[in-house]
């Protein structure tokens, strides 16, 4: 994989699917309909996956794709692939609360290794560099032009006053368990992947997952997270979170800041 190339398209097609979703957004009213998992789908994922899709597929033709949207893809497996969510946070998306993103990830060995998440209502743009390196752009965007980027890392935690992100959809009295067994000094809720690059960025030091969640959700946001020093960790046994699992699906996991002195479950 050639990362230059990579970081160049997933930027391009993700702004360009960003402005597809603000579109629909924009919108005094759109159609929202259940998928087969009764989780919601729109206009705006299916426009974003269409064109994202078919611009991956132009540029990376031998590397398997998988996508949220096209369920025939989910039954596929190669060692590498690129996995996408058009529009993670739907239900942000259709109450209109803004936290929604266009999630793009490149995994290797079960690694997300580079990746890409954009809010486009919150104009905030993060990606792994072709260097590994997480960075957070400055808007505004140019389609073909990168602006000003600044590399983002990790706070040292302190773990008398951990600042702690937590899901705004999928709340749980089983995370507020969980949550409430360290020294929490504030927690915010954010939805999407945008939980991944609030911890990537030092906004915070620790965002627990006890929900379910599919790899599309979470490897783009799990690579910047790794570019910008923190970890993914499975909750049960602390070993890193692996992609390529059967049937795409994520157990609980915990995403933190190193330093961060984690509590079992």
């Known amino acids: 994989m050639d990362f230059h190339e990579l970081a160049r398209v997933m930027r391009r097609l993700a702004l360009e699917a960003g402005d597809v979703i603000m579109e629909v957004y924009g919108q005094d009213d759109f159609d929202v309909r259940a998928k087969a998992d009764a989780s919601p789908v729109t206009a705006a994922d299916e426009a974003a996956d269409a064109l994202i899709s078919s611009g991956l597929r132009a540029a990376f033709p031998d590397t398997l794709l998988i996508t949220e949207e096209q ?147 979470t490897a783009a946001g799990h690579a910047v997270l790794v570019g910008a020093g923190g970890r993914v960790i499975r909750f049960d046994d602390h070993t890193p979170l692996t992609y390529g699992k059967s049937g795409y699906e994520n157990p609980f996991f915990i995403a933190h800041a190193p330093g961060v002195e984690l509590k079992r479950g």
Not at 87 to 105: C, M, P, S, Y
Request: net charge negative; proline share 5%; aromatic share 8%.
């Open 71 to 217: 369920a025939a893809t989910h039954a596929e497996r190669a060692s590498e692939f690129l996995i996408v969510d058009p529009l993670d946070g739907t239900k942000e998306f259709v109450h209109r609360r803004g936290d929604f993103t266009v999630n793009i990830a490149y995994v290797k060995d079960g690694v997300p290794v580079r990746g890409l998440v954009y809010s486009p209502a919150k104009g905030r743009l993060f990606y792994t560099r072709a260097d590994g390196v997480s960075v957070e752009e400055e808007g505004p965007f140019d389609r073909e032009t990168p602006g000003t980027t600044k590399p983002i890392r990790v706070a040292a935690p302190d773990n008398a006053a951990l600042m702690v992100v937590a899901s705004k959809s999928h709340r749980d009295q089983a995370t507020d368990d969980y949550i409430a067994r360290y020294a929490v000094k504030d927690m915010t809720s954010a939805g999407s992947s945008l939980k991944f690059c609030l911890v990537a960025t030092g906004e915070a030091d620790l965002y627990p997952r006890l929900g379910r969640t599919m790899e599309w959700d």
